[in-house]
T-cell receptor, first 114, second 114 residues
Framework: AQSVSQHNHHVILSEAASLELGCNYSYGGTVNLFWYVQYPGQHLQLLLKYFSGDPLVKGIKGFEAEFIKSKFSFNLRKPSVQWSDTAEYFCAVKGTSGTYKYIFGTGTRLKVLA | DAGVTQSPTHLIKTRGQQVTLRCSPISGHKSVSWYQQVLGQGPQFIFQYYEKEERGRGNFPDRFSARQFPNYSSELNVNALLLGDSALYLC?????????????FGPGTRLTVT
């Protein structure tokens, strides 16, 4: 079955700490991969995306993610988090053919302490 | 440019009633998708429409239906509401039904069924 797993449901970090959020997917085919962020009181915003090419993709606000095909993973990283990064982060996968739906993970709530 | 807009923002309905939610995509976007986000979970795909045609349907009962209008706006209808339909309903628009399928989300409609 197609699915996305986000291993960390809640993460608490201090400012300047490094961040890595795990995302693994199960999908029988080539995929597009996304990370979305939802800041408190705001709607889902695209953080970064992978379609093809360089497996290391850079997004907004200093975030990056690495697609490791052999591990079916697309982990999100940031070297130094800020208080303003407090938000919920969702990983999503979409097959590249024969489907139009995005499959989302359950999300990771990140709290950054000032 | 205006983003994806949804109306109403909040809605309270009684079990058995019917509800209609509305979505206006970003100007120039021809594809609209609907998602249901239950508290504590990621968004779940309900429908995608492109050029007024249904392109995809998720695992939701026939009580859920949608349509897209010539101006690319969309409505999601839910009949015979159940308590379990209480959720945030998200609309997302994308430029077309072709790759890349980058979606932009609206703020959602919070539906409460009592």
């Amino acid at each position: 079955a197609q699915s996305v797993s986000q291993h960390n449901h809640h993460v608490i970090l201090s400012e300047a700490a490094s961040l890595e959020l795990g995302c693994n997917y199960s999908y029988g085919g080539t995929v597009n991969l996304f990370w979305y962020v939802q800041y408190p009181g705001q709607h889902l915003q695209l953080l970064l995306k992978y379609f093809s090419g360089d497996p290391l993709v850079k997004g907004i606000k200093g975030f990056e993610a690495e697609f490791i095909k052999s591990k079916f993973s697309f982990n999100l990283r940031k070297p130094s988090v800020q208080w303003s990064d407090t938000a919920e982060y969702f990983c999503a996968v979409k097959g590249t053919s024969g489907t139009y739906k995005y499959i989302f993970g359950t999300g990771t709530r990140l709290k950054v302490l000032a | 440019d205006a983003g994806v807009t949804q109306s109403p923002t909040h809605l309270i309905k009684t079990r058995g009633q019917q509800v209609t939610l509305r979505c206006s995509p970003i100007s120039g976007h021809k594809s609209v998708s609907w998602y249901q986000q239950v508290l504590g979970q990621g968004p779940q795909f309900i429908f995608q429409y492109y050029e007024k045609e249904e392109r995809g349907r998720g695992n939701f009962p026939d009580r859920f239906s949608a349509r897209q209008f010539p101006n690319y706006s969309s409505e999601l209808n839910v009949n015979a509401l159940l308590l379990g339909d209480s959720a945030l309903y998200l609309c997302a628009s994308s430029l077309s039904g072709m790759p890349p399928y980058e979606q932009y989300f609206g703020p959602g409609t919070r539906l409460t069924v009592t």
